[in-house]
């Protein structure tokens, strides 16, 4: 809900960081909280890579969350950033929100998420997520087991279902609570302070990772080569405004490139298809897109590449 009229006196705003291991729902509840699609969403693990920064305003505070890449064990030099970034994150919020899954039992990555968690000094608030896939009775032993494995630290825990929004109002209100109080630090109908270029890459890479095998997602990189509003022609009746938008798909193998392809370019007009409906909700308005996929070896392991793509430490 966006605020309208005076800012209140005891308003708060501050910095939420989400924080879990992959595929938790992170990004799917960002999105189910700010009400619009920001973060890309995917059954594979790690579809996270950019810290994105989701903008919640409501009459009484302004959450500014950071969506952050699922912290796992890495294998590779951007691997090792992304967990970095996670991890820096942590100290640089008002507020943390652990994504826990209701349908698991705890496990070694909870385990080490927790110890984490634990040597630091910013609030931390529980999220069971995935609510709606346990039974009743289920979800009650499951809340103790999280409890259990929490112990002394006593985080407040609220079950939750980043899919259907059960639970995220209270949620919302309790992470309100912990922000300090202050004005609003961005206008209300900001939803994300993302530099648009990054956004429109990610729904790229989201068509990727959807229809692809699995071999491809973790070695796939977008970049945006330009991005151009083309005004309409005023002595043509028929023309119309749009989008102009070019970019290129980076794979490390050349059958990954021949996957990505298709035969007859197949996948990669189906790869467009996709991230250009998903691309004209986000603009708002008709979008031509043209893709381009290049070969780069082990571009996961290549510091100069990663800071070309957005993935250099700070």
Same mark, same amino acid.
């Given at each position: 809900?966006?605020?309208?009229?005076?800012?209140?006196?005891?308003?708060?705003? $501050? &910095?939420?960081?989400?924080?879990?291991?992959?595929?938790?729902?992170?990004?799917?509840?960002?999105?189910?909280?700010?009400?619009?699609?920001?973060?890309?969403?995917?059954?594979?693990?790690?579809?996270?890579?950019?810290?994105?920064?989701?903008?919640?305003?409501?009459?009484? #505070?302004?959450?500014?969350?950071?969506?952050?890449?699922?912290?796992?064990?890495?294998?590779?030099?951007?691997?090792?950033?992304?967990?970095?970034?996670?991890?820096?994150?942590?100290?640089?919020?008002?507020?943390?929100?652990?994504?826990?899954?209701?349908?698991?039992?705890?496990?070694?990555?909870?385990? &080490?998420?927790?110890?984490?968690?634990?040597?630091?000094?910013?609030?931390?608030?529980?999220?069971?997520?995935?609510?709606?896939?346990?039974?009743?009775?289920?979800?009650?032993?499951?809340?103790?087991?999280?409890?259990?494995? &929490?112990?002394?630290?006593?985080?407040?825990?609220?079950?939750?279902?980043?899919?259907?929004?059960?639970?995220?109002?209270?949620?919302?209100?309790?992470?309100?609570?912990?922000?300090?109080?202050?004005?609003?630090?961005?206008?209300?109908?900001?939803?994300?302070?993302?530099?648009?270029?990054?956004?429109?890459?990610?729904?790229?890479?989201?068509?990727?990772?959807?229809?692809?095998?699995?071999?491809?997602?973790?070695?796939?990189?977008?970049?945006?080569?330009?991005?151009?509003?083309?005004?309409?022609?005023?002595?043509?009746?028929?023309?119309?405004?749009?989008?102009?938008?070019?970019?290129?798909?980076?794979?490390?193998?050349?059958?990954?490139?021949?996957?990505?392809?298709?035969?007859? $370019?197949?996948?990669?007009?189906?790869?467009?298809?996709? #991230?250009?409906?998903?691309?004209?909700?986000?603009?708002?308005?008709?979008?031509?897109?043209?893709? &381009?996929?290049?070969?780069?070896?082990?571009?996961?392991?290549?510091?100069?590449?990663?800071?070309?793509?957005?993935?250099?430490?700070?």
């Amino acid at each position: 809900m966006l605020t309208s009229g005076p800012i209140p006196k005891d308003h708060r705003s $501050g &910095f939420v960081a989400l924080i879990g291991r992959p595929n938790v729902g992170k990004s799917t509840l960002v999105n189910q909280l700010v009400g619009k699609k920001l973060a890309i969403t995917s059954p594979v693990a790690q579809t996270t890579r950019n810290r994105l920064r989701a903008i919640l305003t409501t009459p009484s #505070a302004q959450l500014v969350m950071v969506d952050t890449p699922g912290i796992h064990k890495p294998h590779h030099l951007l691997g090792e950033r992304l967990v970095h970034t996670a991890r820096k994150t942590i100290c640089e919020v008002d507020v943390v929100l652990l994504l826990l899954e209701a349908c698991c039992s705890p496990g070694r990555g909870d385990q &080490f998420i927790l110890k984490l968690l634990s040597q630091q000094k910013t609030p931390v608030l529980v999220a069971l997520n995935k609510a709606d896939l346990v039974e009743k009775t289920d979800l009650l032993d499951r809340e103790a087991e999280y409890r259990d494995l &929490f112990g002394e630290l006593g985080w407040p825990l609220y079950c939750c279902s980043a899919l259907n929004g059960k639970g995220c109002n209270d949620l919302t209100v309790a992470l309100a609570a912990h922000l300090p109080l202050g004005p609003q630090l961005y206008p209300s109908h900001m939803k994300s302070d993302q530099p648009e270029q990054i956004l429109l890459a990610e729904l790229i890479r989201e068509q990727v990772l959807l229809k692809t095998r699995e071999e491809i997602p973790h070695s796939v990189a977008v970049k945006i080569d330009r991005l151009e509003e083309i005004t309409p022609d005023k002595k043509s009746k028929n023309s119309k405004g749009y989008t102009a938008i070019l970019a290129t798909i980076f794979v490390e193998r050349k059958s990954q490139k021949g996957i990505l392809i298709g035969k007859g $370019g197949s996948m990669l007009k189906a790869i467009g298809k996709g #991230a250009r409906l998903q691309m004209q909700i986000l603009i708002d308005g008709p979008v031509y897109l043209e893709l &381009f996929v290049k070969v780069v070896s082990d571009w996961r392991c290549k510091p100069a590449r990663l800071a070309e793509l957005g993935y250099e430490v700070n």
